[in-house]
């Protein structure tokens, strides 16, 4: 009996292998690979949920993946099977509010999905707060809450909450350089943001050039600086 493996707990770690490996076909644009197993990793994390695994350890890896799997259809050009896929990922972090890092992704999807109908990013401004009440001083929340300040149009903010994130890293992040460009960008700043913007490619080619988050930052400052340029 002591040889019989733990079944759920198998099942819930083959869905983490699987959504990693759709991540991975993601980001080699390998759409159809990337859709298979997604699909194939919310079916473990069902299963497992259905074997007694219904926990938050089931819970995140799952919204995760439905997140990503909407992403991956949305950019496809499938909004109508996204959407479901967000909903989806929305009820699962709905209930998780306990630790930081569930604010923290619970807000993600609220101000970064790439469906702009669904964001929220006011409601992400209120997770974010309360993440970097209970973690002060994380350079990953004080980063999203500057992330969730521009989407909801308050830039003198995100530019705060950026600084402060900047200030507490080790080494830049592309991410929020990209952020700090666009606020710059809407606060009229334009000479800083250009020179932002370059300092932030110039750092995601060298950490994570092939990180898709990353190249969705650089799609959108990209295109706001440039626009505003012409």
């Not at 992403?71 to 896929?85: C, I, M, N, V, Y």
């Not at 001083?137 to 999203?144: D, E, S, T, V």
């Amino acid at each position: 009996a002591d040889a019989v493996p733990d079944v759920p707990e198998y099942r819930r770690r083959l869905a983490s292998a699987k959504s990693s490996l759709g991540r991975l076909f993601q980001k080699l644009g390998r759409t159809a690979e990337a859709e298979k197993f997604y699909l194939e990793a919310i079916k473990d994390f069902q299963t497992a949920q259905q074997a007694g695994l219904d926990d938050p350890l089931t819970h995140d890896p799952l919204a995760w993946c439905h997140t990503h799997l909407a992403d991956l259809l949305f950019t496809s050009g499938h909004p109508e099977k996204a959407r479901p896929q967000y909903a989806k990922a929305q009820a699962l972090r709905e209930p998780l509010t306990t630790t930081a890092e569930q604010h923290f992704a619970f807000a993600m999807l609220l101000s970064n999905c790439d469906d702009l109908e669904l964001r929220q990013p006011d409601r992400a401004i209120t997770l974010l707060l309360q993440a970097v009440k209970l973690v002060p001083g994380n350079p990953r929340y004080a980063g999203a809450l500057g992330l969730a300040y521009f989407r909801a149009g308050q830039w003198d903010k995100s530019l705060t909450a950026i600084r402060t994130a900047q200030s507490l890293r080790n080494i830049p992040d592309a991410n929020d350089s990209f952020v700090l460009a666009m606020s710059l960008q809407q606060s009229g700043e334009k000479d800083k943001a250009q020179s932002a913007l370059k300092a932030a490619i110039e750092t995601m080619e060298k950490q994570c050039p092939g990180s898709i988050e990353h190249l969705r930052m650089r799609t959108e400052a990209t295109a706001l600086i440039e626009k505003a340029a012409d």
